[in-house]
C-alpha cells in the first residue's frame, strides 16, 4: 500500500517563509512526477509545481520566483519551500505523485493536505 505523508504548513504572516515536505512510503517500485496543488476555500484545486524525475519543473504563474521545488529520487520525497508567502497563499496544499506500486502501471496518489494560512 502506498501513501503520501506530508509534514509543515502553519499559520505565518505575509512575508515569512514555510516548507512543505512529502514522502511516499510503503509499497513504492517507481515513482514518475511529484508535485504540490493547494485547494483555498470556495475555489477549485489548483497546481502549485510539479518536479518531473530530471530537473524539469513548473510553477503555477502567481508563485514564480516565491516557492521552489525539489525533489529526493532515492527517498521519493518532494518539498515545497515557499518564500515570501502572501494572503493569497492560504489553502490547503497537497502533495501528489504517480507510483508505480509493483511492476505494471502508475496511480495517481494524493497527501492528505495540510493547511497554510498567512495573515495579515
Known amino acids: 500500500q502506498v501513501e503520501l505523508v506530508e509534514s509543515g504548513g502553519g499559520l505565518v504572516q505575509p512575508g515569512a517563509s514555510l516548507k512543505l515536505s512529502c514522502e511516499a512510503s510503503?509499497?513504492?517500485?517507481?515513482?514518475?512526477?511529484m508535485g504540490w496543488y493547494r485547494q483555498a476555500p470556495g475555489k477549485q484545486r489548483e497546481v502549485v509545481a510539479i518536479a518531473s524525475t530530471g530537473t524539469t519543473t513548473e510553477y503555477a504563474d502567481s508563485v514564480k520566483g516565491r516557492f521552489t521545488i525539489s525533489r529526493d529520487n532515492v527517498k521519493n520525497t518532494v518539498v515545497l519551500q515557499m518564500n515570501n508567502l502572501k494572503p493569497e497563499d492560504t489553502a490547503v496544499y497537497y502533495c501528489?505523485?504517480?507510483?508505480?506500486?509493483?511492476?505494471?502501471?502508475?496511480?495517481?496518489?494524493w497527501g492528505q493536505g495540510t493547511q497554510v494560512t498567512v495573515f495579515s
Open positions: 510503503g509499497s513504492v517500485f517507481s515513482v514518475n512526477h
Open positions: 501528489n505523485a504517480e507510483i508505480m506500486p509493483t511492476w505494471g502501471r502508475y496511480y495517481e496518489y
